[in-house]
Nanobody, 122 residues
Framework: QVQLVESGGGLVQAGGSLRLSCAAS????????MGWFRQAPGKEREFVAAISRSGITYYTDSVKGRFTISRDNAKNTVYLQMNSLKPEDTAVYYCAADRAMARILNGEYDYWGQGTQVTVSS
């Protein structure tokens, strides 16, 4: 059983930056694919980024060039560096873990956190 706890959300002006962190415990972090998803009010949860066990990364088109996902296996933590934030990035951001990248990219995962709110003001 893997437990995930996100942190780092907050209120930021458009054009600003935030770094989200997701600390994992209770499992073998390095054996899991990690992903970030987000859900805006009234919308479905959507894929944002994912990172494989070896560090290969994937991004949804709307965040390419602005967001960077990374992982530190020694600290059991995955990060999401968000730059050039836009009001449309406003959402609750969730960390997720699974053993298969195909599942993460398909919006499926075995473990997820409670989420952290990101609000971008215009």
């Amino acid at each position: 059983q893997v437990q995930l706890v996100e942190s780092g959300g907050g209120l930021v002006q458009a054009g600003g930056s935030l770094r989200l962190s997701c600390a994992a415990s209770g499992g073998t972090f390095s054996s899991h694919v990690m992903g970030w998803f987000r859900q805006a009010p009234g919308k479905e949860r959507e894929f944002v980024a994912a990172i494989s066990r070896s560090g290969i990364t994937y991004y949804t088109d709307s965040v390419k060039g602005r967001f960077t996902i990374s992982r530190d296996n020694a600290k059991n933590t995955v990060y999401l560096q968000m730059n050039s934030l836009k009001p449309e990035d406003t959402a609750v951001y969730y960390c997720a873990a699974d053993r298969a990248m195909a599942r993460i990219l398909n919006g499926e995962y075995d473990y997820w956190g409670q989420g952290t709110q990101v609000t971008v003001s215009s």
